[in-house]
């Protein structure tokens, strides 16, 4: 089972600012099988970035997502005060099997 | 527009079985390109991949939890359903019910119930 480990637990920043999430995984996510999600209290999370990098349907194009193999990256450039929330890593190289990171919490500072 | 809505019981005793329905709308669960899956989310906590299923009745299960778990669907009534058997309180929690895309991402969910184990 592919683990995946997110940092750090809980970011601290202002609107505006550039916030910078990790998720690295335990083995190699083949074919950059990556997605990341957005998740506010109360609500499902939201498919934010496929495939490592690409922007699902009507997400902004401040969010932006890169990497491969074990060691990925979700770029927010300018903090909304909407953007405020946990993001989750979801590996599906296993599919139809997925896992998750723990969660990265985006809090204002 | 698709949606997808849980259903069954908010409250389950312990060692009992839990039971929920996702009711699938504005789309078919019998579509060649989606899995069906279960997710939950302990109070707090980060999400948990419990299984997903193909419309064909193919089922694919999170292996710590295999031996509690049954997916099964029902293309007649645009349905899938989650057993989860033998319930502790750390089965408490909001269950999604979901499409991923090809067996990948998810790219639905649904709104979540939350279901507590207790007596």
């Known amino acids: 089972e592919i683990v995946l480990t997110q940092s750090p637990g809980t970011l601290s920043l202002s609107p505006g600012e550039r916030a910078t999430l990790s998720c690295r995984a335990s083995q190699s996510v083949s074919n950059r099988y990556l997605a990341w999600y957005q998740q506010k209290p109360g609500q499902a999370p939201r498919l934010l970035i496929y495939?490592?990098?690409s922007r699902a349907t009507g997400i902004p194009d401040r969010f932006s997502g890169s990497g491969s193999g074990t060691d990925f990256t979700l770029t927010i450039s300018r903090l909304e005060p909407e953007d405020f929330a946990v993001y989750y890593c979801q590996q599906y190289g296993t599919s139809p099997a997925l896992t998750f990171g723990g969660g990265t919490k985006v809090e204002i500072k | 527009q698709l949606q997808l809505r849980e259903s069954g019981p908010g409250l389950v005793k312990p060692s009992e079985t839990l039971s929920l329905t996702c009711t699938v709308s504005?789309?078919?669960?019998?579509?060649?390109?989606?899995?069906w899956g279960w997710i939950r989310q302990p109070p707090g906590k980060g999400l948990e991949w419990i299984g997903s299923i193909y419309y064909s009745g193919s089922t694919y299960y999170n292996l710590s939890l295999k031996s509690r778990v049954t997916i099964s669907v029902d293309t007649s009534k645009n349905q899938f359903s989650l057993k989860l058997s033998s319930v502790t309180a750390a089965d408490t929690a909001v269950y999604y019910c979901a499409r991923q895309d090809y067996g990948d991402y998810v790219d639905c969910w649904g709104q979540g119930t939350l279901v507590t184990v207790s007596s």
């Open positions: 495939g490592a990098s």
């Open positions: 504005g789309g078919s669960i019998s579509s060649t390109s989606y899995y």
